[in-house]
């Protein structure tokens, strides 16, 4: 079982910058497949970002792209997310990810096997 220990959120004024980090334990996760996810209210949790171990990234078509990055540090077990020129539609609770499977990316919920408990992003217009 691996477990995910998020920080990093809070309010930010649109057009700033949010750094998310994703500390994993619990097993080896250098191997795991990292992936994080966003809920808004009344919304379906949706794949934000992704992550293979061997540094293949994938991001959610065009809402994120150029302005999210994800990366991972091996040495602390740790995933990061990036957030820049953020909007207020990127308003939502931010999950962290560990896939079920070894070397394949959580694109869905159906596919992760951990999640953190939430931090929450808020961007004021």
């Known amino acids: 079982q691996v477990q995910l220990t998020e920080s990093g959120g809070g309010l930010v004024q649109a057009g700033g910058s949010l750094r998310l980090s994703c500390i994993a334990s619990?097993?080896?996760?250098?191997?795991?497949?990292m992936g994080w996810f966003r809920q808004a209210p009344g919304k379906e949790r949706e794949f934000v970002a992704g992550?293979?171990?061997?540094?293949?990234?994938?991001y959610n078509g065009d809402s994120v792209k150029g302005r999210f990055t994800i990366s991972r540090d091996y040495a602390k077990n740790t995933v990061i997310l990036q957030m820049n020129s953020l909007k207020p539609e990127d308003t939502a609770v931010y999950y962290c990810?560990?896939?079920?499977?070894?070397?394949?990316?959580?694109?869905?919920?159906?596919?992760?096997?951990?999640w953190g408990q939430g931090t929450q992003v808020t961007v004021s217009s």
């Open positions: 992550i293979l171990w061997s540094g293949f990234i994938t």
């Open positions: 990810a560990a896939s079920r499977a070894e070397n394949v990316l959580p694109r869905s919920p159906l596919m992760v096997g951990s």
């Open positions: 619990g097993r080896t996760v250098s191997n795991l497949a």
